[in-house]
């Protein structure tokens, strides 16, 4: 067996709980966490997912609402779009009928009942926008003095003394930078 047959075999393995419908949109380029669940109605054919969309863990995507089918006799589905370059953060619920737009930004734990404009931050219980994504990335950016950490630090199973010492330091700073993702 060749190496390139055996990784391709491990990444099989390694998302063979991630079930994405039969005819779901997935563009180029697209990050799917873990646990992600989305609604089979009609083998997933009303979900489009834009290229460079990034899907963190958790998120649920619904495209039909029962919620009246006893007392109405049926149920409403709707089409659900995730714009291209789209961040949606952990255990986000995108409920039928939503647009998120490009380069949206939507918050972990929100509920997106009504559409999100493009290049906007969006974050709640229902979600609302709150600013515009230039202005998120501009606070982000103005990290000060702020510690930095490589990335291959935090997924180290055992903290060494310099680890250890910089999670100190995030405390007592208010966070630190991860670089290197």
């Known amino acids: 067996m060749s190496i390139t047959t055996f990784i391709d075999r491990m990444l099989i393995r390694a998302y063979r709980r991630l079930v994405i419908p039969k005819w ?14 989305f609604d ?6 009303l979900i489009t997912i834009g290229d460079g969309a990034y899907i963190t863990s958790g998120v649920t995507i619904l495209c039909h609402d029962a ?9 409403r589905a709707a089409p659900v779009v995730i714009g291209k370059n789209a961040f949606i953060g952990v255990n986000a619920i995108v409920m039928p009928g939503v647009r998120i737009g490009d380069n949206a930004i939507v918050g972990a734990g929100s509920v ?13 219980v229902p979600a609302r926008e709150l600013m515009k994504v230039e202005d998120l990335v501009g606070r982000r950016a103005e990290v000060g003095d702020a510690t930095t950490v490589p990335f291959s630090r935090c997924r180290r199973f055992f ?8 999670i100190q330091r995030a405390y007592d700073d208010n966070g630190f930078i991860i670089k290197g993702w």
């Not at 997106?112 to 709640?124: L, Q």
């Not at 903290?159 to 910089?166: A, M, N, S, V, Y």
């Open 159 to 166: 903290l060494d003394q310099e680890t250890k010492e910089l």
């Open 40 to 45: 089979r109605i009609l083998h997933g054919a």
């Open 67 to 75: 919620s009246c089918v006893q007392r109405l006799g049926f149920f």
């Open 112 to 124: 997106v009942t009504s559409d999100i404009t493009e290049g906007t931050v969006a974050a709640g």
């Open 24 to 37: 779901t949109r997935v563009g180029e380029g697209v990050f799917i966490g873990r646990g992600v669940r």
